[in-house]
Nanobody
Framework: QVQVVESGGGLVQPGGSLRLSCAAS????????MGWYRQAPGKQRELVAV?????TTNYADSVKGRFTISRDKVTVYLQMNSLEPEDTAVYYC??????????????WGQGTLVTVSS
């Protein structure tokens, strides 16, 4: 089995910072893109940031200049600065994984809640 597990969510005041982590584990040959998505109450899930195995990054316009995505071999991070109430959402990790048997899997985490409020 392959899974990804997020950590690092919580309550923060506007203007504050949080760092999310997501670690992949299991039968993994390689991890291609890893990314973060979020879903606010009453809204659809949206892409926040993604990073490829080669280090290419892409960000939603709403977080450019405030959030930074990075990764090592099996973990992806999301450094979130200058947080705004509009960033409040459940943040989900996504990983595109190739198994040793050449299966392609898209794996989602269970989500971690980020609340930005005074």
């Amino acid at each position: 089995q392959v899974q990804v597990v997020e950590s690092g969510g919580g309550l923060v005041q506007p203007g504050g910072s949080l760092r999310l982590s997501c670690a992949a584990s299991g039968s993994i040959f390689s991890i291609n893109a890893m990314g973060w998505y979020r879903q606010a109450p009453g809204k659809q899930r949206e892409l926040v940031a993604v990073i490829t195995s080669g280090g290419t990054t892409n960000y939603a316009d709403s977080v450019k200049g405030r959030f930074t995505i990075s990764r090592d071999k099996v973990t992806v991070y999301l450094q979130m600065n200058s947080l705004e109430p509009e960033d409040t959402a459940v943040y989900y990790c996504n990983a595109q994984i190739t198994t040793p048997t050449a299966r392609y899997l898209e794996v989602w985490g269970q989500g971690t809640l980020v609340t930005v409020s005074s």
